[in-house]
C-alpha cells in the first residue's frame, strides 16, 4: 500500500524542491558584507542579545532555511507525537513552517504559530504558504518575539521550533515553558551560540531530557 503524505505532494513537495534551490543559490555567505563577519565578529553578533536585529536585519533577504535533513526531521517529530499546537521562533521565507504545517495537516488540524520581525520576510512566507495550501493552519506574528510570543499563547504547546536569533532561546523558552505539554518536544537549531540554553535543557533535575542530535541540532523534551 502507497501512502502519500502533504509533505511530498504536489503542492508542498514541488514548492519546496523549488524553495530548497533557490535557498542554497542564495546563500548569504556569498554575501561580501557577511564574509567580512567571518571569525570573531560573526561570532559575537550570533552570540549578541543587544545586536541581533541589526544583524538579522542585514539579512532580511536572504532565506535562513533549515536544511532538508532538519526539515524532514521537523516533520517526522510533528507526526510522531500527533502535534496539534505548535510554536515556531523564526518564520524567514517559511520553509520550517510549511514542514510543520504539513505535518500538522496530517495530524487531522491544529494550528502553527511563528514570529518573524521582518515584516518582508513574513509576507513571503505567507505567500509561499498560500502557495502550499497550508495558510490555513498557521498564524504569522509580525515583530520581536519576545513581544509577540509573550501573549495569546495556547493551553497545551506539543512541539517548539527555536530558529531565530540564537541569544535569546533562553528568554524564548522563558514565555513558552509555562504552556509546555509533559512529553512537548523543542528543536533548537545551532544551539551551541546559546551556551545558557543548552546549559538549561540539559541540566539535571532542570524539567528536560535533551541531546544533540545531527551536526547542529538540539532535541530536548519537557518532562512532566
Do not use: W
Amino acid at each position: 500500500m502507497t501512502t502519500s503524505t502533504t509533505l511530498t505532494t504536489a503542492p508542498v513537495g514541488p514548492l519546496l524542491d523549488r524553495l530548497f534551490e533557490d535557498a542554497s543559490a542564495r546563500s548569504p555567505m556569498n554575501d561580501p558584507a557577511l564574509i567580512a563577519l567571518a571569525g570573531g565578529d560573526h561570532e559575537r553578533l550570533m552570540r549578541s542579545k543587544t545586536d541581533y536585529l541589526d544583524f538579522y536585519g542585514h539579512l532580511k533577504d536572504y532565506p535562513l532555511a533549515v536544511s532538508r535533513e532538519t526539515g524532514v526531521l521537523l516533520y517526522m517529530l510533528a507526526r510522531s507525537a500527533k502535534a496539534r499546537t505548535i510554536v515556531e521562533f523564526g518564520t524567514s521565507f517559511g520553509l520550517s513552517t510549511l514542514h510543520l504545517a504539513a505535518a500538522v495537516r496530517d495530524n487531522g488540524g491544529g494550528l502553527v504559530i511563528t514570529s518573524e520581525f521582518e515584516p518582508s520576510k513574513a509576507e513571503r512566507a505567507r505567500r509561499n504558504l498560500k502557495d502550499g495550501g497550508l495558510i490555513d493552519l498557521v498564524e504569522i506574528r509580525e515583530g520581536d518575539a519576545l513581544q509577540t510570543l509573550a501573549v495569546d499563547l495556547p493551553e497545551g504547546i506539543d512541539l517548539v521550533l527555536l530558529d531565530g536569533a540564537k541569544a535569546l532561546y533562553g528568554d524564548i523558552l522563558d514565555r513558552l515553558e509555562s504552556r509546555l505539554r509533559p512529553g512537548a518536544l523543542i528543536v533548537a537549531d545551532n544551539a551551541d551560540y546559546c551556551p545558557e540554553y543548552l546549559d538549561r535543557v540539559r541540566a539535571p533535575g532542570g524539567g528536560y531530557l535533551s541531546v544533540p542530535f545531527a551536526e547542529d541540532v538540539e532535541l530536548s523534551m519537557r518532562l512532566g
